[in-house]
């Protein structure tokens, strides 16, 4: 009883304070959103700045960064000015303009980049320009999913822009299990506040804040995003790294035409695409190993190229030793008649292999079409 007696009073204190704070003349405040090229202008200003007047103080053998601001008269050398660590720049297209974003490599890494969509394994450390922490990893990698979706899904928008310039190292299991990473890429990006939060202030951030952060890359899992069985960065038509889905033509009435990776020209990126090429056949259905013959591996679905067996998986056999078709070059069904849908040609082996072939599923011509 007295708990729930507790609670009342609560409930009417709570009341109470609204009452005591209501003022019918009173309006709510609606504070309109910054215009984003002019708060752009405005952290590219800062950015620069804080490169200009910040100084590598450490960076230690498994590459934590410490970025101290340089005293008065001091005479360290700037982060701007320095040589040792490369300070490199990247355009992105975001709100409609496009960013330059500042980044430094501390080390690239030797393996393969993660695409802007994939599901990263790294670690991080979180800074406003002032040198405040925010937000870190405490040096424990974690799983985050750069396309911003599920519970790890980032919400940064530069993290996806820029963790694809980095590639991930090697690694190494010992008998207890525990895996260890070397040649990891390593590095630190500025980001407007655009490419961060903007507007949505929290407990740690301010809004329009600029934010630092630092980062060290280990793995990487590929994602397929509309399930036909081409991972996106097999969808990345301009092989740039990157796919975009600039559907929404409110935020994107204008995006640069080289970053479309739109196969039949329909509105819809590969990567969201269940037909990439316009042509009546799923995706998914032109990539399915047919079930009348016999090929090789376990997948039903043919891999985009070739497959070797994965050494880690003793009892399983990954190989496949075919990759998606071209349309088939072999012979004619009835060399005395025309190709059509009557009269197919064969595959031959190197409708699987050959390099550069225009796959079935981004050719329009195949399946062959009714007259």
Same mark, same amino acid.
């Given at each position: 009883?007295?708990?729930?007696?507790?609670?009342? %009073?609560?409930?009417?204190? &709570?009341?109470?304070? %609204?009452?005591?704070?209501? $003022?019918?003349?009173?309006?709510?405040?609606?504070?309109?959103?910054?215009?984003?090229?002019?708060?752009?202008?405005?952290?590219?200003?800062?950015?620069?700045?804080?490169?200009?007047?910040?100084? %590598? @103080?450490?960076?230690?053998?498994?590459?934590?960064?410490?970025?101290?601001?340089?005293? *008065?008269?001091?005479? @360290?050398?700037?982060?701007?000015?320095?040589?040792?660590?490369?300070?490199?720049?990247?355009?992105?297209?975001?709100? $409609?303009?496009?960013?330059?974003?500042?980044?430094?490599?501390?080390?690239?890494?030797?393996?393969?980049?993660?695409? $802007?969509?994939?599901?990263?394994?790294?670690?991080?450390?979180?800074?406003?320009?002032?040198?405040?922490?925010?937000?870190?990893?405490?040096?424990?990698?974690?799983?985050?999913?750069?396309?911003?979706? &599920?519970?790890?899904?980032?919400?940064?928008?530069?993290?996806?822009? %820029?963790?694809?310039?980095?590639?991930?190292?090697?690694?190494?299991?010992?008998?207890?299990?525990? @895996?260890?990473?070397? $040649?990891?890429?390593? /590095?630190?990006?500025?980001?407007?506040?655009?490419?961060?939060?903007?507007?949505?202030?929290?407990?740690?951030?301010?809004?329009?804040?600029?934010?630092?952060?630092?980062?060290?890359?280990?793995?990487?899992?590929?994602?397929?995003? =509309?399930?036909?069985?081409?991972?996106?960065?097999?969808?990345?038509?301009? !092989? =740039?790294?990157?796919?975009?889905?600039?559907?929404?033509?409110?935020?994107?009435?204008?995006?640069?035409?080289?970053?479309?990776?739109?196969?039949?020209?329909?509105?819809?990126? =590969?990567?969201?695409?269940?037909?990439?090429?316009?042509? /009546?056949?799923?995706?998914?259905?032109?990539?399915?190993?047919?079930?009348?013959? *016999?090929?090789?591996?376990?997948?039903?679905?043919?891999?985009?190229?070739?497959?070797?067996?994965?050494?880690?998986?003793?009892?399983?056999?990954?190989?496949?030793?075919?990759?998606?078709?071209?349309?088939?070059?072999?012979?004619?069904?009835?060399?005395?008649?025309?190709?059509?849908?009557?009269?197919?040609?064969?595959?031959?082996?190197?409708?699987?292999?050959?390099? &550069?072939?225009?796959?079935? !599923?981004?050719?329009?011509?195949?399946?062959?079409?009714?007259?």
């Amino acid at each position: 009883m007295n708990k729930f007696k507790y609670y009342f %009073i609560l409930l009417l204190a &709570g009341i109470s304070m %609204i009452s005591c704070n209501k $003022n019918d003349d009173d309006e709510p405040v609606v504070v309109p959103l910054r215009d984003y090229t002019e708060q752009y202008k405005a952290d590219n200003d800062s950015i620069e700045k804080y490169l200009k007047t910040n100084y %590598i @103080q450490e960076v230690t053998a498994n590459y934590d960064i410490t970025i101290s601001k340089i005293p *008065a008269g001091g005479t @360290q050398i700037s982060i701007w000015d320095q040589k040792t660590y490369e300070l490199k720049t990247r355009d992105v297209f975001n709100d $409609n303009i496009m960013y330059k974003v500042y980044y430094l490599v501390l080390r690239k890494g030797v393996g393969q980049a993660p695409m $802007n969509t994939d599901r990263i394994f790294a670690t991080y450390d979180g800074n406003l320009l002032n040198g405040t922490s925010f937000d870190s990893s405490d040096d424990v990698p974690g799983i985050w999913n750069l396309d911003g979706q &599920g519970d790890r899904g980032v919400f940064v928008d530069g993290w996806k822009e %820029i963790f694809p310039q980095f590639n991930i190292g090697t690694s190494t299991t010992d008998a207890n299990g525990v @895996q260890t990473y070397d $040649n990891y890429g390593a /590095g630190v990006m500025f980001l407007p506040s655009g490419l961060a939060y903007y507007a949505s202030a929290t407990e740690n951030i301010p809004a329009y804040s600029p934010l630092v952060f630092s980062f060290r890359l280990f793995d990487f899992t590929r994602t397929d995003h =509309d399930l036909d069985g081409v991972s996106d960065y097999n969808e990345d038509v301009n !092989h =740039d790294g990157y796919v975009y889905n600039f559907s929404d033509k409110v935020a994107y009435p204008n995006p640069p035409a080289n970053l479309i990776d739109d196969t039949d020209g329909d509105g819809i990126p =590969d990567f969201l695409d269940y037909d990439d090429d316009g042509d /009546g056949y799923t995706t998914f259905f032109e990539v399915t190993k047919p079930k009348d013959a *016999a090929y090789s591996g376990i997948s039903t679905f043919y891999p985009f190229d070739p497959v070797l067996d994965n050494p880690k998986t003793l009892n399983v056999d990954e190989t496949e030793i075919w990759g998606i078709p071209r349309r088939p070059t072999g012979a004619l069904a009835d060399p005395s008649k025309p190709e059509s849908i009557t009269n197919p040609r064969a595959y031959i082996d190197e409708d699987y292999k050959a390099a &550069g072939r225009l796959r079935i !599923h981004v050719d329009k011509t195949y399946p062959y079409q009714k007259n």
